[in-house]
């Protein structure tokens, strides 16, 4: 039995933006489909579609974070399902080496996830992306990474 992951929102509570990376055949087809079965899930996350999994380079994601962003998703097709063959297998490769760098430079892993999901699968969609906005929020906001945001006069302001 799956457990239930609930994101409670409260006024004026902070909430983390997440970047998601979805590949077009896969993911991307199955947030869409989440949207159509009217299953919910949190607006927190912004939907960039992309090629493949693969094709989401490391950089993409540390600029990601360094532009403010709290959080990142990356999901692809399956293994084995990916439309280019060998697209998602380079991707995990890439990103197993990348979840060592973010501990490294002190940036906790859980701030970027990645995830198989199928076509068909909306409701592990939603679940993901419960998932991510649960762990991200218990981790607060991203300021180690982030560039800081400047005034008129060029004076940092912390956020
Ligand atoms: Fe979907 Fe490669 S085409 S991960």
Known sequence: ??????????????????????CR??????ADLTGSARISYPP?????RVPCSGRVDPLFILKTL????????????HPGDCHY??????AR???????????????DPRRVQFSWVSASEGEKFA??????????????PNQLFRLPT????????RQ
Do not use: H
Request: include cysteine.
């Open 25 to 30: 055949w896969c993911s991307y087809a199955g």
């Open 66 to 77: 360094r532009s403010g962003m709290d959080g990142v998703l990356v999901s692809g097709c």
């Open 127 to 140: 679940k993901v992306v419960k998932q991510i906005v649960v762990d991200v929020k218990a981790l607060g």
């Open 44 to 48: 927190n996350v912004r939907i960039l």
């Open 150 to 157: 400047l005034d008129k006069s060029g004076e940092s302001i």
């Open 85 to 90: 063959t060998a697209g998602n297998y380079n």
């Open 1 to 22: 039995m799956e457990a239930k992951i609930e994101v409670e929102k409260k006024e004026g509570e902070w909430e983390p933006r997440i970047l998601a990376f979805l």
């Open 93 to 107: 490769r890439k990103f197993a080496v990348l979840t060592r760098l973010l501990a490294y430079v002190g940036i």
